[in-house]
């Protein structure tokens, strides 16, 4: 009886201890849930791919100035606009004007009766400054220097405080096609008229860039493209001209195409005098089409592409123009709004 009894508390005593030990274990860890998959939607909107063109801000190509015979005694200031009828330089004292033309004086105008296209740029630019000339012949080469004319160039001469001689020379004029820029200096007071004194560059600021021949082909005047400053500012621009031009035989790299490029609006860089830029041009553009993240894009192995849908189906699709982390898709099926699977 009593081994019975013995045996019988053992028995529960380990029971127990059991039942301890269960009880003290860390809980069974519950399988991780499935891993939530990231959707996007297939969206409807436009795509663009841009080429970057490095470029320089400035007034265009200059043109270097001479004079006549004499001496420098006055240089006009880097930057000064020309002014019709208004001395720009000097040479022995005595000024040098502006006249808008387009044939340069090439002889002296001293006796009534001279005709020409010269002539004509003398009778246009006195009457441009409110003299009375008469009216000039519409063909510029039988302008005639008429007494009225002589008449008109003393009073100009008057008022410009020089010697009223109702004749002139040939150095005493400098004829331009345009208003124009003063550049860079080139000669120093007291040097050779007939040296290089000054240049002169368009009065408007331009982009300029070359680029080879054969990369020059999508430019086109007229075309509309993005000036970005140093500040990474963005001004709206348009391409004026693409002239091709011819690299020298040394330099082996082929013809290049220059292009210049003009700014919508001249105050967006009149802040600016010289200065490189970028010129930002659209190469390719849809507008209206269905695009999807790159991430999205399901490379199958029969070759192509595939959308998956978050039940884990796949959905074949065409890819269009790739720009930056979009495509453009289409297919059965794809539509706006549609929810697809992403992998970022």
């Known amino acids: 009886m009593r081994r019975t009894i013995v045996a019988a508390t053992v028995v ?52 270097p100035v001479k004079g006549a015979a004499g001496t420098v005694t006055k240089l006009p200031a880097p930057g000064q606009t020309t002014e019709l009828g208004k001395e720009l330089y000097r040479v022995d004292d005595q000024p040098v004007v502006v006249f808008i033309g ?70 005493r004029v400098l004829v331009l096609d345009r208003p ?14 007939t040296e290089d004194l000054f240049e002169l560059t368009p009065t408007t600021r331009l982009v300029t860039v070359q680029i080879p021949v054969t990369e020059a082909g999508a430019l086109k005047a007229g075309m509309a493209v993005t000036v970005v400053r140093p500040d990474n500012r963005p001004v709206p621009a348009k391409v004026t001209s693409v002239t091709p031009v011819a690299a020298p035989p040394e ?22 005098d010289t200065a490189p830029v970028r010129v930002t041009v659209v190469s390719e553009s849809r507008t209206g089409v ?35 982390d979009k495509v453009e898709v289409s297919g059965d099926g794809v539509a706006e709004g549609l929810e697809v699977v992403t992998a970022s």
């Open 12 to 63: 529960v005593v380990v029971v127990i201890a059991v039942v301890l030990v269960v009880r003290g274990r860390p809980p069974e860890p519950s399988a991780p849930p499935p891993a939530a998959v990231k959707t996007t939607t297939v969206q409807l909107g436009d795509l663009t791919n841009t080429r970057t063109l490095q470029a320089q801000l400035g007034f265009g190509a200059a043109r």
């Open 102 to 171: 387009a044939t340069p004086l090439f002889r002296a105008l001293d006796a009534p009766g001279l005709k020409g296209s010269d002539v004509a740029v003398l009778v246009d630019n006195l009457a441009a400054l409110g003299y009375s000339v008469g009216t000039r012949p519409k063909d510029a080469t039988k302008a005639e220097l008429t007494p009225r004319v002589v008449d008109a160039l003393k009073k100009w001469q008057k008022a410009l405080g020089v010697e009223q001689t109702g004749t002139l020379a040939p150095g």
């Open 180 to 193: 124009m820029r003063v550049g860079a200096l080139k000669a120093q007071l007291g040097a050779a008229a």
């Open 251 to 272: 330099n082996g790299s082929g013809p290049k195409a220059d292009i210049v490029v003009t700014p919508d609006n001249p105050a967006d860089v009149e802040d600016l």
């Open 290 to 324: 269905l695009t999807v993240p790159l991430a999205a894009l399901v490379a199958l192995k029969e070759g192509g592409y595939a959308l998956q849908l978050p039940s884990g189906a796949l959905k074949a699709v065409r890819t269009g123009l790739y720009s930056q």
